[in-house]
């Protein structure tokens, strides 16, 4: 399975937020926070570089416009694309 750059970048953060308790709440995880100084949420960085046949990513929401999920866990912030 062959993914873009941007995706397997997108997927990389999306883990590591994931790992470190980000995304669960409208606030940053106290713990990131310092950890890594000023937090800056996945939707606010400009991510018209990403290519998706099917369109352009979404900025919290999923592809098909619903709240943005990982298993059951659901995220206020991040990015939507179609999976490959």
Do not use: C, Y
């Not at 941007?6 to 940053?28: H, K, M, N, T």
């Amino acid at each position: 399975m062959a993914f873009s750059s941007s995706r397997f970048l997108l997927l990389v953060a999306v883990a590591f937020l994931a790992a470190i308790g980000i995304g669960s709440g409208s606030q940053p995880a106290a713990s990131a926070d310092s950890a890594l100084g000023a937090v800056v949420w996945l939707d606010a960085l400009p991510h018209d570089g990403i290519a998706d046949p099917f369109g352009p990513p979404r900025a919290n929401a999923s592809f098909g416009e619903a709240k943005l999920k990982i298993a059951s866990r659901s995220f206020e912030h991040g990015l939507g694309t179609h999976a490959p």
